[in-house]
């Protein structure tokens, strides 16, 4: 309950996605594909499924936007597997 609350609720975990979007955004922008399966690996510890990729490129947009960035990395927070240990 307590990390649901920090997931929807917590100024600190806003900032992480924002500078995390920003980071990859220019970084990812030529290679979205490496950047969703990087982000699946570091995020949860696994590779993405064909589903996800799908989702997760739609999600990012074509061309690449940093708003879509922020939004996948919302989104896997937002997944049950994904873990918050500040």
């Given at each position: 309950m307590l990390q649901?609350?920090?997931l929807t609720n917590g100024k600190l975990?806003?900032?992480w996605v924002q500078r995390g979007a920003a980071y990859w955004h220019?970084?990812?922008a030529n290679d979205p594909q490496q950047f969703?399966?990087?982000?699946?690996?570091?995020a949860l510890s696994r590779p993405p499924?064909?589903?996800?990729i799908q989702l997760a490129a739609g999600i990012i947009g074509s061309p690449?936007?940093?708003?879509g960035?922020?939004?996948?990395?919302?989104?896997i927070?937002?997944?049950p597997e994904f873990q918050l240990v500040p």
């Amino acid at each position: 309950m307590l990390q649901a609350l920090e997931l929807t609720n917590g100024k600190l975990l806003g900032q992480w996605v924002q500078r995390g979007a920003a980071y990859w955004h220019p970084q990812a922008a030529n290679d979205p594909q490496q950047f969703i399966d990087q982000i699946f690996q570091t995020a949860l510890s696994r590779p993405p499924t064909e589903a996800e990729i799908q989702l997760a490129a739609g999600i990012i947009g074509s061309p690449p936007a940093l708003e879509g960035f922020e939004d996948l990395l919302w989104t896997i927070c937002m997944l049950p597997e994904f873990q918050l240990v500040p």
